[in-house]
Nanobody
Framework: QVQVLESGGGLVQPGGSLTLSCAAS????????MGWYRQAPGVQRDFVAL???????DFIRDVKGRFLISRDDAKNTVYLQMNNLQPEDTAVYYC???????????????WGQGTRVTVSS
């Protein structure tokens, strides 16, 4: 069994900051890629950022220079630091972790339950 749990969402004013966390637990041998998606009301879930096993990162253009992604492998956790938040960043944010379980041959993608971020004055 593997569980992925997110935290850190909330209400923030434009220009403010939030940091989201996503921790995995359970039967974990190693974790490959980690990342974040978001889903605004009425639209599809879109990629936001990822960090590879060797700490290479990628972001959508809209958040480059404002968002940072990092990982702590000792804690099986990925973070999304969001700065200078704008109303268009309002969405439910979902993390994922590509986890190789003990005795498995390949990694599977596990998703968090989502955490809501609202940017409003």
């Amino acid at each position: 069994q593997v569980q992925v749990l997110e935290s850190g969402g909330g209400l923030v004013q434009p220009g403010g900051s939030l940091t989201l966390s996503c921790a995995a637990s359970g039967n974990i041998f190693s974790i490959k890629e980690m990342g974040w998606y978001r889903q605004a009301p009425g639209v599809q879930r879109d990629f936001v950022a990822l960090i590879s096993e060797i700490n290479m990162t990628d972001f959508i253009r809209d958040v480059k220079g404002r968002f940072l992604i990092s990982r702590d492998d000792a804690k099986n956790t990925v973070y999304l630091q969001m700065n200078n938040l704008q109303p268009e960043d309002t969405a439910v944010y979902y993390c994922y972790q590509e986890i190789l379980r003990w005795r498995d041959d390949y990694a599977l993608r596990y998703w968090g339950q989502g955490t809501r971020v609202t940017v409003s004055s």
